[in-house]
C-alpha cells in the first residue's frame, strides 16, 4: 500500500489550505485514515482523525474549529481542510492510514511521504 500526500503549501495566517491522501495497492479495507504533522524541534503529532463509518472524528485541540477531516471511501482518499491557518500551524504534515491487508490478515498500518505547510505572519 502507499499513500501520496499533496497540498500543502505557503499561506499567509488566516488563510487557507486543503490536504489531500491517495491510498494504492492492495487491500481490503482502510479502517483509520489520519493526519498528523510535525513541526521543527518538535515530535510528530495526530492533528485528525476519521474511523471508516465517519462517525467517530478526533481533532488535536489545537485545531478544533479550525481543521476539518473527511473521506471518499469509495476513491481511498482522505482530506484536511484548513481554515484560519495560524504560524504555529507549520510543519510537515503526514497523511496515515491503518488498512486490512487482506482478509483474515492482521491490521496493518502505513504513512504518506509528508506535505510541507508554511504559515507565515
Known amino acids: 500500500v502507499q499513500l501520496q500526500a499533496s497540498g500543502g503549501g505557503s499561506v499567509q495566517a488566516g488563510g487557507s489550505l486543503r490536504l489531500s491522501c491517495a491510498a494504492s495497492?492492495?487491500?481490503?479495507?482502510?479502517?483509520?485514515m489520519a493526519w498528523y504533522r510535525q513541526g521543527q524541534g518538535n515530535e510528530r503529532e495526530l492533528v485528525a482523525k476519521?474511523?471508516?463509518?465517519?462517525?467517530?472524528?478526533y481533532y488535536a485541540n489545537s485545531v478544533l474549529g479550525r481543521f476539518i477531516i473527511s473521506r471518499d471511501n469509495a476513491n481511498n482518499r482522505w482530506y484536511l481542510q484548513m481554515n484560519n491557518l495560524k504560524p504555529e500551524d507549520t510543519g510537515v504534515y503526514y497523511c496515515?492510514?491503518?488498512?486490512?491487508?487482506?482478509?483474515?490478515?492482521?491490521?496493518?498500518?502505513?504513512w504518506g511521504q509528508g506535505t510541507l505547510v508554511t504559515v507565515s505572519s
Open positions: 476519521i474511523a471508516s463509518d465517519q462517525t467517530t472524528n
Open positions: 495497492g492492495r487491500f481490503v479495507r482502510i479502517n483509520d
Open positions: 496515515y492510514a491503518v488498512f486490512r491487508p487482506a482478509l483474515g490478515r492482521d491490521l496493518s498500518n502505513r
